[in-house]
């Protein structure tokens, strides 16, 4: 569908044509690109049914419009958005999207100091040039500043980690002042997606002006974007961005569903409500005049026919049609883990001892974790030799008797060698009750050769587990190249689990991976990798992830109980336990 694509181009000449200083065209534009962006029909069907006269009849659509809609659905590019990109320096698009900006500050950038790029940006606010402008003083210099270095940093988005801990704080603050009904973390924080643009809060109350001048004094604000009486922004330290608004209690539900998201996953959603002659939109769900929804998310998704649908789901990839169905799984719950299967302590990179680890993970309710410490050619991580695993496997069993009703299993993460031998012999694998096997080393092999490499050691009689399988760390490393789906059927058929690592910046396998393997039945573990006590919280990043793969509890390892568990370590014929 070309829709949403069409509507892009639109607005971008709108853009463009406000730079020009031309009159009320760039409003029209935006206008026909929202109507086409929420429209429930191909816009290629309609034209190629009735051509640019129906193109006329749809609202908001005059001659002009239409006819650039037929131009690009012929021809791929629209003629006149090509000469007017002709006539602005590319470079100002970049300025024109910071925060604060937008086009009429960037065209006068260009037109007082001929700034054409965000390098020639940078320079002029350095000289001093941008305060002495008119409509720009010295907090916006400040301001631009921090914008494009925060552009260069992350492209603006920051881990699931380190923004939901800021999210909850902020909620924490907002929940305790008595005239806050309500408040909820929307956007995709809500659907726990692996990376965030910014924090998206939503709150009901009768006192919403006092609420905002809570929120834009909150001890973290750095820079207040909007001020107002029913949304304000403002700009944290690490020039993270938060939204605040206030919602009507009849329409809190249908503004959670619409600022939650994410944007297709409401478009079809509204063209769904389109066919039923009703209407979606962030007030409600309505019928004429009437609403017939939308104080809660559950009777909207109701009424429009369909089951509920988690917010981790609501990405428009199948989670409609199946709900429509009644056909969505139940998904693993945030409660389900009874243990943690990856860990390290002080013997090799970890900073605290097994009953430090144990005593932590009794308390979060655990029934059962693996101490799995690096292998010898782990040297930088202090990987240990065979003398110095046996020592911990005696420190395990101390332990054991000192933090009773948890079970403390005896494991290691042994490296996978590069021609697929592990790290110690199996005579040493047969010592441990639980085998985490990766790959820390040499991850520019090729795709054949890692495949070859890693399925090898998923054949060994004693390993349980393939910790993060692609090696990816978001922002920082590509995963290795690797037939992935060949590692799911060999892993499949050595009952190897594959973990999900709920490290912050691994989540590996991510969502999509984490879908394939589990549709393919190949079993999963979630587990923290902590290095330290603190890290064990993590689990709910990659209950996230496996949530947001469609992932259910009978496919994850951990959710067994011990005996259950213990059944799925002893694999074949292995004499464990
Ligand atoms: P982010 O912040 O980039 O991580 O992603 P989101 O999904 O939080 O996006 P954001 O903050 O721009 O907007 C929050 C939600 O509001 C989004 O998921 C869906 C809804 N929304 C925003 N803009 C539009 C829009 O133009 N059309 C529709 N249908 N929904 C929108
Ligand atoms: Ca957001
Ligand atoms: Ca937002
Ligand atoms: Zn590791």
């Known amino acids: 569908m070309k829709n949403l694509e069409i509507a892009e181009i639109l607005n971008k000449m709108a853009d463009l044509m406000e730079m020009l200083e031309i009159d009320w065209k760039p409003r029209a534009y935006r206008k026909a690109a929202r109507t086409i962006e929420n429209m429930s029909k191909d816009i290629r069907n309609i034209y190629e049914k009735g ?44 300025i024109m999207n910071l925060p604060g900006m937008g086009p009429k500050k960037a065209i006068k950038l260009y037109k007082k100091l001929k700034i054409k790029n965000l390098k020639q940006l940078i320079s002029a606010v350095k000289k001093g040039k941008i305060k002495k402008l008119e409509g720009f003083g010295k907090k916006s210099e400040k301001e631009i500043l921090r914008a494009i270095e925060l552009k260069k940093q992350s492209k603006g988005r920051q881990l699931l980690g380190v923004m939901l801990p800021i999210a909850r704080k902020i909620k ?11 408040i909820e973390i929307a956007g995709s924080l809500r659907r726990r997606k692996e990376t965030i643009g910014d924090i998206d809060l939503l709150i009901r109350s009768d006192k919403p002006e006092k609420v905002m001048g809570v929120f834009t004094k909150l001890p973290e604000v750095k820079t207040i974007l909007a001020k107002g009486k029913t949304k304000s922004s403002i700009v944290l330290r690490l020039g993270i961005q938060s939204d605040l608004r206030v919602l009507p209690k009849e329409s809190f539900g249908a503004g959670l569903q619409y600022f939650t998201g994410n944007k297709d996953h409401n478009i079809k959603l509204r063209k769904i409500a389109i066919k039923k002659k009703y209407k979606l939109s962030e007030y409600g769900l309505f019928k004429g005049k009437k609403q017939i929804a939308g104080k809660t998310e559950k009777e909207t998704y109701q009424k429009l026919g369909m089951q509920y649908i988690e917010p981790e789901l609501r990405e428009n990839t199948g989670e409609i049609e199946a709900a429509i169905a009644k056909k969505l799984p139940k998904l693993i719950g945030y409660d389900d883990i009874k243990g943690d299967l990856q860990m390290h302590t002080a013997w ?118 393939l910790a993060h399988p692609t090696g990816r760390l978001i922002g920082e490393r590509r995963p290795y190249e690797l037939d ?14 594959l973990e999900i690592n709920a490290f912050p910046n691994r989540l590996d396998l991510n969502e999509g991976q984490a879908r394939i393997a589990a549709e393919k039945g190949a079993k999963l573990v979630i587990s923290t990798d902590a290095h330290q006590t603190d890290n064990l919280r993590y689990m709910e990043y990659s209950i996230a992830v496996a949530r947001r793969g469609w992932v259910k509890k009978a496919q994850v390892i951990n959710t067994k109980t011990l005996s259950e568990l213990k059944k799925f370590l002893r694999k074949h014929n292995s004499t464990r336990f």
């Open 348 to 465: 090799s990179d970890g900073s605290e001892s097994i009953e430090e680890m144990a005593k932590a993970a009794k308390k979060m309710g655990y029934k059962y974790i693996a101490i799995t410490d690096h292998s010898k050619s782990e040297r930088i991580a202090g990987g240990m030799d065979e003398k110095k695993l046996m020592k911990c496997l005696k420190a395990i069993e101390k332990a054991r008797k000192k933090v009773r009703g948890i079970t403390i299993l005896k494991g290691a993460e042994v490296d996978i060698l590069p021609d697929g031998s592990l790290d110690y012999s199996d005579k040493i694998l047969k010592k441990l009750d639980i085998v985490v096997a990766a790959v820390h080393s040499r991850f520019k092999m090729n795709k054949n050769e890692m495949t070859k490499r890693i399925c090898k050691a998923l054949e060994n009689k004693y390993v349980n587990i």
């Open 484 to 497: 992935l789906n060949k590692v799911i059927v060999t892993a499949k058929k050595n009952k190897v689990a």
């Open 172 to 182: 924490n603050e907002l929940e305790k002042l008595s005239y806050v009904k309500r």
């Open 51 to 94: 051509g640019e006269k129906a193109l006329c009849e749809i609202p908001s659509i005059g001659k002009g419009i239409a006819f650039k809609i037929e131009q690009y659905l012929k021809k791929g590019k629209i003629k006149e958005f090509e000469q007017l990109k002709k006539k602005i320096p590319q470079g100002l698009e970049q």
